[in-house]
């Protein structure tokens, strides 16, 4: 257990076992203080991600969000993890996050979009009662992030079954589909409308005699020409 250092700065390396306990907060809980630790190592070991709970007794130049995104910054720099800060004299808490909104996962693979990581947070944050003892929130919190990652980087690495393909496949090609007959029921409705909206117009019937070829009458139209002179 990593007791009584003061977090000066920010650049000082990340704890070895996951948590950091300025203040001697576990010091009447050793055992949770191992649980929380074990649960932080093997997540990493497993995934890669890497999860850090540092336990503040008061913060008085910065606050529990400012640390944490400080710390997160020093100590997760390539983004595969995240810091947690807990002022235990006010019970302020703050988490240091990745921000990449999708992140490249060919660089590391252990890393999470953001969009994911927010979720995930939410939801450990939700089944956490932060009117409980102080101890006892921090090992359930703790629980619950495990337990999100851990299930987040399982599913990701398992394909879905076949079944489930061949169904989103079926309801891709009936969308499409769908999408087609749309679209041919738009097309005919347009043309119907535009073929409504044209005019005929018909000839008079006139009651002259054919000339020339022309059935309707036709008005003939002479014109003389002198004959051109010897000087024209």
């Known amino acids: 257990m990593v007791k009584g250092q003061a977090l000066s700065e920010p650049q000082q390396p990340p704890?070895?076992?996951?948590?950091?306990d300025v203040?001697?907060?576990?010091?009447?809980?050793?055992?949770?203080?191992?649980?929380?630790?074990?649960?932080?190592?093997?997540?990493?070991?497993?995934?890669g991600y890497k999860i850090y709970l540092v336990v503040e007794p008061v913060l008085i130049a910065s606050s529990a969000p400012v640390r944490a995104a400080e710390l997160r910054q020093a100590w997760?720099?390539?983004?595969?993890g995240l810091v947690v800060v807990y002022e235990s004299d006010s019970r302020n808490l703050g988490i240091g996050q990745d921000v990449a909104i999708s992140p490249d996962l060919t660089d590391n693979p252990a890393r999470v979009p953001s969009?994911?990581?927010?979720?995930m947070?939410?939801?450990?944050?939700q089944s956490a009662d932060p009117n409980q003892a102080p101890e006892a929130y921090l090992e359930i919190l703790v629980g619950n992030l495990v337990g999100e990652f851990d299930g987040y980087f399982k599913?990701?690495?398992?394909?879905?079954?076949?079944?489930?393909?061949?169904?989103?496949a079926l309801l891709v090609v009936g969308t499409l589909s769908l999408l087609g007959l749309v679209a041919i029921g738009l097309g005919g409705l347009v043309r119907h409308s535009s073929m409504a909206g044209v005019r005929s117009f018909r000839f008079p019937v006139v009651d002259r005699p054919e000339r020339?070829?022309?059935?309707c009458g036709a008005n003939v139209t002479a014109r003389r020409f002198a004959p051109r002179g010897p000087h024209a």
């Open 15 to 20: 704890p070895a076992f996951g948590v950091l």
């Open 23 to 47: 203040g001697g907060f576990f010091s009447r809980d050793t055992s949770g203080f191992k649980r929380i630790s074990d649960q932080l190592r093997k997540l990493e070991l497993d995934h």
């Open 76 to 80: 997760v720099p390539d983004g595969n």
């Open 115 to 119: 969009h994911e990581t927010t979720a």
């Open 121 to 125: 947070l939410n939801r450990a944050l």
């Open 155 to 168: 599913r990701r690495s398992t394909p879905p079954p076949a079944e489930r393909s061949m169904r989103i």
């Open 212 to 215: 020339l070829g022309a059935p």
